[in-house]
């Protein structure tokens, strides 16, 4: 009895340790993302997800329909916020447009991703409360841009989205260079 007890205690320590390293390397991922990719029970990723904030190794911030999770002490607020947009694959999406072409409309960013106006409206709406991108009106038109330092967002994507960092590279280095070479205001 003693001996299956010992192992169950371990068991219990080494699933902490493993979400617990899951969030430091993928900083801003939700509960279904956690049980998706380590193959646990939704109660079990719970349960420790709960006993890793309690003790003060992670903390979490609810926004929108998920919470996002994120190693204690490590990120501003700026930068999680930030993680949180990349984690979402629409919001991304319009991010990364927004990212490339300055000041798109809502129209642009609807044509180039193919989605309908009211979705891209619902995130924009999100990235607005969220601080990483302003809107400005011009003329009947409203644009949207960068509310933070493109280098910030590139920064995040490269060193905790590696797989979209690649297949963003070359366009984000021609962006990179254009935000380079243009004047001061």
């Given at each position: ?67 996002y ?9 700026n ?23 300055k ?7 609807a ?17 607005l ?32 989205q590696p ?23």
């Open positions: 009895m003693l001996k299956g007890g010992v192992r169950s205690m371990e068991n219990l320590h080494d699933n902490s340790e493993r979400i617990l390293r899951f969030i430091e390397v993928n900083p801003g991922c939700h509960l279904r993302q956690l049980k998706r990719e380590l193959g646990l029970s939704m109660g079990t990723v719970q349960y420790h997800l709960n006993h890793l904030e309690r003790t003060g190794r992670i903390i979490s911030e609810r926004f929108n329909l998920h919470r999770y994120f190693s204690s002490g490590v990120f501003k607020a930068e999680r916020n930030i993680l949180k947009i990349l984690n979402q694959k629409t919001a991304r999406q319009i991010l990364m447009f927004i990212l490339e072409r000041r798109p409309t809502q129209t642009d960013i044509d180039h991703l193919g989605i309908a106006s009211a979705s891209v409206n619902w995130h924009i709406k999100r990235l409360e969220l601080g990483i991108i302003f809107e400005s009106r011009e003329g009947k038109f409203r644009r949207y841009q960068l509310a933070v330092e493109p280098k910030d967002i590139i920064t995040m994507l490269k060193n905790y797989t979209l960092w690649y297949a963003w590279s070359d366009r984000l280095a021609e962006m990179f260079l254009s935000f380079s070479l243009e004047p001061k205001e």
